[in-house]
């Protein structure tokens, strides 16, 4: 009997002892490995709830626009006082629009870039910005509400790009003016989008990188057409057969 309590006793105490190790391995393992948090600041947290939300008017009002197209054909087909070829030519205009082809003004606002300091004393060339702070810049106004944007006499549309070539910044393969630099901003939220830009931390990069900001707001902005042949890569004719 003595050697039977014996056992058991043995027993039980490698089974506690099996349990309390395998309770300190997962202890030590939790410490090891730190809960990962999100750390990124309120701004950030702001400025993608604010590209989530443009990107769901913006789908918003693709759809909204597909649905007006599709009541104009039924109704055209229904009645045949109203030609098929009038929606077609209202809808190529329109597409010509969208994609930054047409000439465009409303109200807005005017950004002007300029050297911080005198040049005559400082030795530098009044060269435009660099392509990286421009683009923080026009990435910003975007966020914030932008519409239509034109840098210098360049539009801007959905294939621009900035590029810096020794030293030199160009948009659409042509070279940007040399300072002051102006870009004009169409948007139907001028005044809060003047507001934003005025504490943003791209024109505080530029100011950084030593250049002076003006932010004004006007009633009429002109935004240039996109005067250059748009190539079309990727996509090829389907033909019947």
């Given at each position: 009997m003595g050697e039977e309590v014996m056992k058991n006793v043995t027993w039980i105490f490698t089974i506690v002892c099996f349990i309390i190790g395998l309770m300190l391995a997962i202890q030590f393992q939790s410490?090891?490995?730190?809960?990962?948090?999100?750390?990124?600041?309120?701004?950030?947290?702001?400025?993608?709830?604010?590209?989530?939300?443009?990107?769901?008017?913006?789908?918003?009002?693709?759809?909204?626009?597909?649905?007006?197209?599709?009541?104009?054909?039924?109704?055209?087909?229904?009645?045949?006082e109203e030609d098929v070829t009038l929606v077609l030519s209202q809808q190529i205009d329109q597409l010509?629009?969208?994609?930054?082809?047409?000439?465009?003004?409303?109200?807005?606002?005017?950004?002007?870039?300029?050297?911080?300091?005198?040049?005559?004393?400082?030795?530098?060339?009044?060269?435009?910005?660099?392509?990286?702070?421009?683009?923080?810049?026009?990435?910003?106004?975007?966020?914030?509400?932008?519409?239509?944007?034109?840098?210098?006499t360049e539009r801007i549309i959905t294939t621009s790009a900035f590029r810096d070539v020794n030293e030199i910044t160009y948009l659409n393969n042509r070279r940007l003016p040399p300072l002051p630099l102006q870009v004009h901003v169409l948007t139907n939220k001028s005044e809060s989008l003047h507001n934003h830009m005025v504490v943003s931390a791209s024109v505080e990069?530029?100011?950084?990188?030593?250049?002076?900001?003006?932010?004004?707001?006007?009633?009429?902005?002109?935004?240039?057409?996109?005067?250059?042949?748009r190539r079309v890569r990727y996509m090829e004719e389907v033909k019947e057969g």
């Open positions: 410490t090891q490995e730190p809960v990962i948090r999100d750390t990124r600041d309120i701004r950030e947290l702001r400025r993608e709830m604010l590209t989530e939300q443009e990107r769901r008017q913006q789908l918003n009002n693709e759809i909204e626009k597909a649905q007006t197209l599709l009541l104009q054909y039924e109704r055209s087909m229904d009645n045949r010509r629009n969208d994609a930054g082809l047409e000439p465009t003004h409303g109200e807005g606002i005017v950004i002007t870039i300029d050297s911080l300091y005198n040049d005559q004393f400082v030795g530098q060339a009044r060269r435009s910005p660099s392509s990286e702070v421009l683009r923080y810049l026009v990435n910003e106004l975007n966020i914030y509400g932008a519409e239509e944007i034109a840098v210098g990069y530029l100011e950084i990188r030593g250049f002076s900001v003006t932010i004004d707001q006007v009633e009429e902005v002109e935004i240039p057409g996109y005067d250059q042949t």
